[in-house]
């Protein structure tokens, strides 16, 4: 259950590449809707509508600088969270091996 957000929002492809064009820069800075919007070709209102999922999902955090935002993974990001999901499956396998 507790990963339902997280499966649901990189079950996406949409924002699996979002999340691609994420990991390719720095947590430290980020990136603006319009740099993800030239990388991934998407709209600007379909950025920021799967940039808004991802940071429901608890996938990516938001900078503000002034007037700017700026997106990224969240290196203790929910994400860990499949990582306990799959050790839970394997520990479930091995009892019914």
């Known amino acids: 259950m507790n990963c339902q957000k997280v499966l649901l ?3 996406d492809e949409t924002r699996q590449s979002i999340l691609l064009v994420l990991m390719g820069t720095d947590c430290q800075t980020g990136l603006r809707v319009g740099e ?3 990388q991934t070709h998407l709209s600007r209102p379909a950025v920021s509508h799967h940039l808004k999922i991802l940071r429901d999902a608890g996938i ?3 900078r503000k600088e002034g007037t700017k935002n700026f997106y990224y993974i ?7 969270l499949l990582k306990t999901l799959i050790v839970d499956i394997e520990t479930l396998i ?4």
């Open 9 to 11: 929002a990189i079950g």
């Open 36 to 38: 993800i919007t030239e």
């Open 60 to 62: 990516i955090l938001m």
């Open 74 to 80: 969240d290196i203790r990001t929910k994400l860990s």
């Open 94 to 97: 091995k009892q019914y091996d």
